[in-house]
C-alpha cells in the first residue's frame, strides 16, 4: 500500500503561514519545531499547525502545495474553512 501524503500549513511566530508537504505531519512539525526542517521555519519557527489535507500520492500532494503556496495569506486563511483543507 502506497503512503498517503499531506499539505499541511502551520502557523510561524512572525505570524505567517507555511506550507508543506509530508507522509507524517506530526513528526514534520516537530522537525520544524527542532530547527530540523526548511530554512524558512529555522528563521520562523511554527507555534502550530493550522490545517492539514490527505492526498493520494507526492505528485498531487505536490501540486496542491504549489496551488496554496500562491495564495496571499488573506485566501490561505479562507481555505481553511473550505472542505477543500480541513482543521486538523
Given at each position: 500500500?502506497?503512503?498517503k501524503w499531506f499539505?499541511?500549513?502551520l502557523e510561524c511566530r512572525n505570524g505567517a503561514l507555511?506550507?508543506?508537504i509530508?507522509?507524517?505531519v506530526g513528526r514534520r512539525f516537530t522537525?520544524?519545531?527542532s530547527g530540523k526542517g526548511a530554512r524558512y521555519t529555522r528563521l520562523n519557527p511554527p507555534l502550530a499547525i493550522?490545517?492539514?489535507k490527505e492526498y493520494p500520492d507526492r505528485s498531487s500532494a505536490?501540486?496542491?502545495e504549489w496551488q496554496v503556496k500562491k495564495l496571499p495569506r488573506?485566501?490561505?486563511v479562507a481555505a481553511l474553512a473550505d472542505t477543500d483543507i480541513c482543521a486538523y
Open positions: 500500500m502506497a503512503a499539505v499541511y500549513l507555511y506550507c508543506g509530508t507522509t507524517d522537525e520544524h519545531q493550522v490545517a492539514v505536490s501540486k496542491a488573506a485566501r490561505k
